[in-house]
């Protein structure tokens, strides 16, 4: 049987299995980087790919749409990870291993690139986290719990450690490999997932002033509808309202894709510590609840502000509606009043004409009369009754002729 693929495929089948989970011996320490974007747009985290290729030795007729390079370099196994608007450098080493920044591995490509989080796992081989690993965390803000139903222990302070890396420690001895692999993997996907989460926070704070500065402007210009009578006013109003649409329309364009990948973040990062399925450890909190408490907080504040942002828009198109509105209505009773006018001025003129066409027939009949005077003055021997008489008798005959005519002349007019 002969089919066509797909042109996709290939690459939603890549994506199945873009990400596998390395196996993790114990003790070990990991270390991971997360990059962003310098431009914003990706395309220096996607130009990343082929020199990263070139480090782990991979040839480029390979799989070169594959989202995570794994190779081993200097004792450490390296794995490169790139994501839509950033990419993670994550390398595993002995426990001892004390570089931050070992070379060879690709760390030079990123230069120049904003790090977003910095993670620092030390796994060990035993049940429970020695003291003196716990005695270097702050006891203020310490999570410390089992893991995996109680499988492992897991602790950590979210400080920055003095390589500012997030400390994280581990205690994995009743797993095997591939579940420390699986368990590590979790935890630098709640250290990354909780900064890019956190991203919009700052955000949303430095809108709050503009915001505020917006909706004053709207309440200022709604204010003025109402008293606004001539067409500037109205004009003016409406200029205002244009302008002030205009710029809440580029402040939600500037921060609609920021806010919306901060609700999709707290969701993966949600998952993720729905999955570390904790128990706290004596007075200790869990890594889920220590989150929480100071993630759910800020991502409100970022959905706030995005309805706050969406709720502006729609007041702004609802008041430019009923100005609009408010305009079309003053344009009616302008234009009824103007018609009202020219309705007065048809009904002067019609009754002007009329007085114009009664002197008229009274002028013409006037006229037709002297001239039948004088007719009747020439023939008067031949008349069978005296001038006067018949003047008298022609009148009303020549009146009726008169106003016939003129009444045949202007219906004529009326016609062409």
Excluded at 229 to 250: I, K, Y
Aim: glycine share 8%; with cysteine.
């Amino acid at each position: 049987m002969h089919w066509t693929e797909h042109g996709y495929r290939r690459l939603i089948d890549a994506e199945t299995h873009a990400r596998p989970v390395l196996p993790m011996a114990a003790p070990c320490r990991v270390r991971r980087l997360a990059f962003m974007s310098a431009q914003g747009t990706g395309d220096d985290l996607r130009a990343l790919h082929g020199r990263m290729l070139q480090i782990a030795g991979i040839s480029a007729d390979g799989p070169a749409w594959a989202r995570q390079l794994t190779f081993a370099r200097d004792g450490r196994t390296v794995t490169w990870e790139l994501h839509n608007e950033f990419a993670t450098l994550t390398w595993s080493a002995p426990i001892d291993d004390g570089e931050s920044a070992p070379e060879g591995i690709g760390l030079e490509l990123h230069a120049g690139l904003p790090v977003i989080s910095a993670t620092r796992i030390d796994l060990t081989a035993g049940d429970r986290i020695a003291e003196p690993a716990l005695s270097g965390f702050s006891p203020l803000s310490l999570s410390y719990s089992t893991i995996f139903d109680g499988q492992a222990e897991a602790a950590t302070d979210f400080h920055l450690d003095a390589d500012r890396f997030v400390r994280v420690e581990v205690a994995a001895g009743r797993c095997g490999n591939l579940r420390r692999g699986v368990i590590v993997r979790r935890l630098l996907e709640i250290e990354t997932y909780r900064s890019m989460a956190l991203l919009g926070l700052p955000l949303a704070r430095d809108l709050g002033g503009r915001v505020a500065d917006y909706e004053y402007r709207l309440t200022q210009i709604v204010r003025t509808i109402g008293l606004s009578q001539s067409a500037a006013e109205h004009q003016e109003t409406l200029a205002g309202l244009h302008a002030l649409s205009s710029e809440v329309g580029r402040t939600v364009e500037e921060t609609s894709f920021r806010f919306a990948a901060t609700q999709a973040y707290a969701d993966l990062l949600d998952n993720r510590l729905g999955r570390l399925r904790e128990a706290a450890i004596g007075e200790f909190t869990t890594i889920e609840r220590f989150i929480s408490n100071r993630a759910h907080p800020a991502i409100a504040t970022c959905r706030a502000m995005e309805k706050r942002l969406g709720a502006l828009t729609d007041k702004v198109q609802r008041s430019i509606e009923l100005l609009d509105a408010r305009i079309s209505l003053a344009i009616q009773v302008q234009n009824q009043s103007v018609l009202d006018g020219l309705s007065a001025t048809a009904r002067s003129q019609f009754r002007l004409q009329q007085t114009v066409e009664g002197l008229s027939i009274i002028a013409i009949s006037y006229y037709a009369l002297g001239l039948l005077g004088y007719l009747y003055e020439g023939f008067h021997a031949l008349l069978p009754a005296p001038k006067g008489t018949m003047l008298a008798l022609s009148a009303p005959l020549v009146l009726l002729l008169v106003f016939l005519g003129i009444r045949r002349i202007r219906q004529g007019t009326h016609h062409d």
